[in-house]
C-alpha cells in the first residue's frame, strides 16, 4: 500500500497541492486506487498538519485527478512543496515504466516538457484519429509485410482450378446435405439438384434449432440471404455460374460489417450499433455468389468466447465452451449450421476454437486477406480466414476472399500456387516433439519426406512482445471507450479491461523495442526454417504467438477424438477433439492447404458430426429453445 504525502490547507479551504500535471499523474500511477487522508506530521513544518494518503482499490482516479487539477495556479506556486516530495512522487511514476534512471533535476524537466508539450500533441491526435472506436478509419501509415522474399512468381492473380467431384447425388435427409462439403453443396445445385433458396432455408432452420444450445448467433440476415439465393438462382437460370460458391450459405464473425446489419463487435457497449460499410470480405463473397444467413458471434471485442448474450458453446461437448473469440464460426461450421464461416485472428482466435470444435480452419499469410469494414485489434497482426468442413473447402474460400483491398494498406496481392496441383512428394515437411504421429504416418505414406524438426530462436520474449503489440495496438482503437468509462460494461472484466490499463503505462520508446525484437525473431525464424512446411501442436501459446508475430498461416485439422473426463457411466457421444496445425512460411499458404487435403483425402476425421445435444443415456442435456 503506497503512502503519500499531500500539504497544504484542508478541510473548507481550495488546497494548493502537487504543482505540475505530471505530478497529479504520478500521485494516480503510485495509488492505483482509492484515497484517504490521516493526521501525519513530517520534517516539512506547516501551520497545519499535513493528512497522509492511504492507497486503496478500487480507484477513483477520474475523481482525484479532477480534484487534483481544479485548483487555480497562483495558489500551486504560492503554495508549491519543496522540490524533493515533488521530485519524489514522480520518480514513483518513473517506477512503473522502469525510468526511475533520471536525475532529480531530469526528472522535473521531464514533468515540465510533458505538460507543456507532450499532452498538448497527445490530445491534438487523439481528437484527430481516435474519436471513434474499433479503428476503422485512418489505419497507421506503418505496414507490417512478412513477405520473406521478393520473388513475384507468374500467375499471381490466377484463381485456383479444382477437380469437380464426381456424381454427387442429393442425400435423402437435410441431416446429411447439412454435413455436406463446400465443392459437394456447390455441384448440387450446378446440376440443380437442390436451388440456392433450399439450401438457405435449410440452413435458417438449422441455426434456429441449435443456437438456444449454442449460443452461437448475434443475427439472422434472413431477408438479405432469401434475396441473395433468389439472385444466384435466377442467375444460374440463365446459364451463368459464378463457381464452387454460387448459392452457397455461409456466416460472418460478428465484427464484419454488413449494411443495414447490426455488428455488435460482440459487446454491450456496441450492442445496437449499425455500420452502412460493406467490408471488403462481404463483397469478395457476395461477388462469388455465396448466401450471407447469419453475423456469428465474436467473443466480446474479439477477446474469448464470452458476448453480451452468453457463452458460446462447444458442439463436441456442450458443457464446454468454445474458447477464442470467432466463437460463433467455429461453433456454427463445427454443427452443421453452415457449410463455411469467416472468422479472425489476432492470438488464437482462428486456431483455439477450430480445435476445441473439430473443424478445419485457415488462418492465412498475413496481409492475403483484405480487412477494411472489420473491427481492428492490431493492424499488424489482425487475419481473415475461413472455418469449413475441409482443407479443400478452405482452399475455394481463401481463393474467393483472397487479394489486396484497396482500403487495407497492409493487404497484397500475394503469389500463391494451386494447392490441388502441389506435387506433395518433392516436399520435405518437418514434425515437432509435439506433432499428431498419425499425420507424419499418413503423409510419408503417400510420398512426403518427413523429418523431425525444431525451430531455433534466441528471441526469448515471443510472449510478451505479441502481448505488446496487441494491447497497445488494441488500446490506440478503443482509447475513447477506456476514457469515457465504457470498460467498466465489459462482459469479461478480468480480460480486456485489465489489460488495456496496463497497455496505457507502456512506454513509446518499449513499444518500439518490441518491434525490434520482433524483427529479429521474423529474421532468426526465416534462417532457421529449413523445411517447406512442418507439423506441430496448433493451440501451444509460444507459437501462437510466434506465428502471429512472424505472418506464417498454419491449418488445423480434426485428427481424432477422445473420450471427455469424467464421461457419465452410462455413456456419451461428447468427445473431446484431437487436432494438429501444419505450418508453411508466410506466402507458402497452398504448401500447408495441399499437405492438409492430401491427409484428408485418406482419413475421415474431419467428416465427422456432433452430437449437440443427442448425447447418450442419463447424461445431461441442455433444451434446445
Known sequence: MATLLLRGTYPGVRAPVLPRVGLCLSLLLCCGGAVSA??????????????????????????????????????????????????????????????????????????????????????????????????????????????????????????????????????????????????????????RQITSEELTRLFLERLRRYNGILEAVVSYTEELAYAQAKRADDLLAQGVYLGPLHGIPYGLKDIIAVPEYHTTWGSTSFKNQVLNINSWVYQRLKSAGAVLVAKLVSGSLAYDDIWFGGRTRNPWNIEEFST?????????????????????????????????????????????????????????????????????DCAIVLDAIRGRDPDDPSSRDIPLDNPFTVDITKLTVGYLDDAEME??????????????????????????????????????????????GKDDQYEAQEQWPVELRRARVVPAVDYVQAQRARGKLIREVRESFTVDAFIGNATDWEKVCLGNLVGMPVIVVPTGYTNISASPPSGTRRRKTVTTGIYAPPQKDHIALALAIAYQSVTDHHKQRPPINNLGPNDRTLNAQ
Not at 330 to 350: H, K, L, N, R
Not at 367 to 379: C, D, H, P
Open 38 to 191: 490521516a493526521p501525519h506530521h513530517d520534517q516539512f513544518q506547516s501551520p497545519i498538519p499535513a493528512p497522509r494518503l492511504t492507497c486503496s482499490t478500487p480507484p477513483p482516479s477520474h475523481l482525484l485527478l479532477a480534484a487534483l487539477t481544479s485548483f487555480d495556479m497562483e495558489s500551486k506556486i504560492s503554495r508549491c512543496p519543496p522540490q524533493n516530495s515533488e521530485v519524489s512522487s514522480l520518480r514513483c511514476a518513473f517506477k512503473i515504466l522502469d525510468a526511475d534512471f533520471f536525475t532529480d533535476n531530469k526528472i522535473l524537466e521531464v514533468a515540465k516538457g510533458a505538460e507543456e508539450l507532450n499532452i498538448p500533441i497527445i490530445r491534438a491526435n487523439r481528437k484527430s484519429v481516435a474519436s471513434v472506436d474499433g479503428g476503422l478509419q485512418n489505419p497507421s501509415c506503418l505496414v507490417f509485410n512478412p513477405n520473406w522474399g521478393s520473388e513475384q512468381p507468374d500467375g499471381i492473380n490466377r484463381r485456383f482450378a479444382h477437380t469437380v467431384p464426381s456424381d454427387v447425388k442429393r442425400p435423402g435427409s437435410d441431416e446429411d446435405i447439412a454435413f455436406m462439403s463446400v465443392l459437394e453443396l456447390g455441384e448440387l445445385i450446378r446440376t
Open 324 to 392: 477464442g473469440s470467432s466463437a460463433g464460426p467455429a461453433a456454427c461450421t463445427s454443427a452443421g449450421m453452415v457449410p463455411f464461416a469467416i472468422g479472425s485472428e489476432t492470438a488464437g482466435s482462428i486456431t483455439y476454437p477450430s480445435a476445441r470444435c473439430g473443424v478445419t480452419a485457415l488462418r492465412p499469410t498475413f496481409g492475403a486477406v483484405g480487412r477494411s469494414g472489420v473491427m481492428s485489434i492490431s493492424e499488424s497482426l489482425d487475419k481473415l480466414g475461413p472455418f469449413c468442413r475441409s482443407a479443400a
Open 439 to 484: 499425420v507424419v504416418r499418413v503423409l510419408s505414406s503417400k510420398g512426403v519426406t518427413l523429418v523431425p524438426f525444431k525451430l531455433n530462436y534466441t528471441v526469448n520474449s515471443v510472449q510478451g512482445i505479441l502481448n505488446f503489440t496487441m494491447d497497445v495496438d488494441m488500446l490506440a482503437h478503443f482509447d475513447e471507450w477506456q476514457r469515457v
